[in-house]
């Protein structure tokens, strides 16, 4: 074989050793680099936290989250959380933020989250009166009263409060007729004191009804409706009787008389001195 021939190969098979090596190094051999993201621990909920419940070690967690989108109001210490109310429902892995909690020592239950000048009244109700279950805390209902009016001998429904707030819902323990205890749903619901006194005496005069709306309704048009009565049910407009159509006055067209008859031809007549007409029949 020609020694040329042999040095070209081999300096071909160099090259290709070369490059392959280059582009492995290109292609395999570096390393990504890793950057170095900046995180702050963030407390976030272990389970659902429902409006109401007083927050726990148990029912929080700690996370590394990235500082840069940290969000506003979030905690990065679980002492600063533990034993504050949750005033909106918080689930799992969700932050926990300064919005969606009371202040620490603020108190347990309820009364935290009842704003400054209202109250919470609750309200006992059943499938019926609460929508089947559809109430929930948060909701916007009205509350329908119906009952007997004083003076008046017929019952009558009417709206009692417009846009109430639900605050919670629960069971509470009641005695029966009978005396014996027993579990009646009960809503909670926000109110000023003057509709506390009002609701107060309707829940005393008659039944209670509860109606679900969108909350983006806010219009209030109790005050021009007056209610509806009981005869009202049985007051629906009844077709009238088909109208029977009037007899038509008869009209006696009297035929006209015959012409009368022609004439007879006449003839006059003249004997001796004595002239006279006769007829021709």
């Known amino acids: 074989m020609d020694k040329r021939l042999v040095t070209v190969i081999l300096m071909a098979v160099a090259v290709a050793l070369v490059i392959t090596v280059i582009f492995y190094q290109i292609t395999v051999g570096r390393q990504p680099v890793q950057a170095d993201v900046p995180t702050r621990e963030l407390v ?10 007083v927050i726990t070690t148990e029912n929080i967690r700690v996370m590394d989250f990235p500082e840069q989108a940290y969000p506003e109001g979030g905690f990065s210490d679980p ?7 949750v005033m909106q429902q918080i689930l799992a892995s969700e932050p926990i933020l300064g919005g969606k909690v009371t202040e620490k020592g603020a108190g347990y239950g309820l009364a935290p989250l009842i ?12 499938q019926v009166s609460g929508v089947s279950g559809f109430i929930l805390p948060g909701s916007t209902v009205d509350i329908l009263l119906t009952g007997s009016p ?13 846009n109430v707030t639900i605050l919670s819902t629960g069971h509470q323990q009641r005695p ?21 006194e009002l609701l107060t005496l309707a829940t005393r005069e008659g039944t209670v009804q509860m109606i679900l709306r969108n909350p983006a309704d806010v219009e209030e048009t109790a005050d021009d409706r ?10 629906k407009t009844r077709p009238e009787p088909p109208r029977r159509a009037r007899p038509r006055p008869r009209v006696v067209v ?5 012409p009368p008859p022609p004439p007879a031809p006449q003839v006059e007549m003249i004997r001796g001195n004595r002239r006279s007409i006769e007829s021709l029949n």
């Open 176 to 196: 029966d007729s009978s005396g014996q205890p027993q579990n009646v749903p009960v809503v909670n619901v926000l109110v000023t004191p003057e509709q506390a």
């Open 150 to 162: 004083p003076g008046l001998d017929d019952r009558m429904t009417t709206t009692v409060l417009e």
């Open 44 to 53: 976030v909920a272990q389970a659902d936290l429902p409006m109401g419940s």
């Open 79 to 85: 002492e600063d959380v533990v034993e504050r109310t």
């Open 254 to 258: 009297r035929a006209e008389p015959p």
């Open 115 to 126: 704003p400054e000048g209202e109250r919470a009244m609750a309200i006992a109700v059943n």
């Open 226 to 235: 007056p209610g509806v009565r009981t005869r009202d049910l049985y007051a």
